[in-house]
Structures are given as structure tokens and as C-alpha cells.
């Protein structure tokens, strides 16, 4: 599985952004879908995922600031982020899970200026 992750970029502090993940299987529909994070000198961290029946889950500190969602008739998943702090600068990662199989997309780095 192929996951093409956009949308990240140079945000002030209260800002928002959204994120795309295009993903290239025919699985999508069954797969849960992610996002995770890494801070600089931080290991990667759980932010959010949406299962195949778009039951959602989010990290404390994004919960009420952060959305997940996908669209499963164009195999992506978003994040929209509202809200943006400092502390959630890091480099986005994509995630996709189906059984055993797990797929990172490249990241996209978000920057939140303060």
C-alpha cells in the first residue's frame, strides 16, 4: 500500500490546517487509517484513527481541536486541525492497517509558529 500524505505547512499559533492521505489499495474500505506524529528528538506518537465504519479515536491533547475522517470512494483520509499550538509541530505520518499488514506514508511537516 502506497500513502501519499499533503497539506502540511508554516501555521500560526490558533491557525488551522488540513491533511490529506491518498492511499492506493482496493483494501481502503476495510482498513483502519491513521495519523500519527513526530516531534523533533521525540519518538513518533499516536494522534488519531477512523476504522473501516468510521469509528474514530484521538490522542488527549488534540482531542476537541482535531477531526479525522475519510472518504472511502477516494481511498484518502484527512485531519483537519483547528486550534494550532506549538507543541503540535512535528512531522505527520499517514498509517494504514489491514490484518497484519501496515503501511507508513512519508510525513508532511507542520509547523505552528507562536
Known amino acids: 500500500v502506497q500513502l501519499q500524505a499533503s497539506g502540511g505547512g508554516l501555521v500560526q499559533a490558533g491557525g488551522s490546517l488540513r491533511l490529506s492521505c491518498a492511499a492506493s489499495?482496493?483494501?481502503?474500505?476495510?482498513?483502519?487509517m491513521a495519523w500519527y506524529r513526530q516531534a523533533p528528538g521525540k519518538q513518533r506518537e499516536f494522534v488519531a484513527s477512523?476504522?473501516?465504519?468510521?469509528?474514530?479515536k484521538y490522542e488527549d491533547s488534540v482531542k476537541g481541536r482535531f477531526t479525522i475522517s475519510r472518504d472511502n470512494a477516494k481511498n484518502s483520509v484527512y485531519l483537519q486541525m483547528t486550534s494550532l499550538e506549538p507543541e503540535d509541530t512535528a512531522v505527520y505520518y499517514c498509517?494504514?492497517?489491514?490484518?497484519?499488514?501496515?503501511?507508513w506514508g512519508q510525513g508532511t511537516q507542520v509547523t505552528v509558529s507562536s
Open positions: 489499495t482496493n483494501i481502503f474500505t476495510l482498513s483502519i
Open positions: 477512523i476504522t473501516s465504519t468510521h469509528f474514530a
Open positions: 498509517y494504514s492497517q489491514f490484518e497484519a499488514s501496515v503501511s
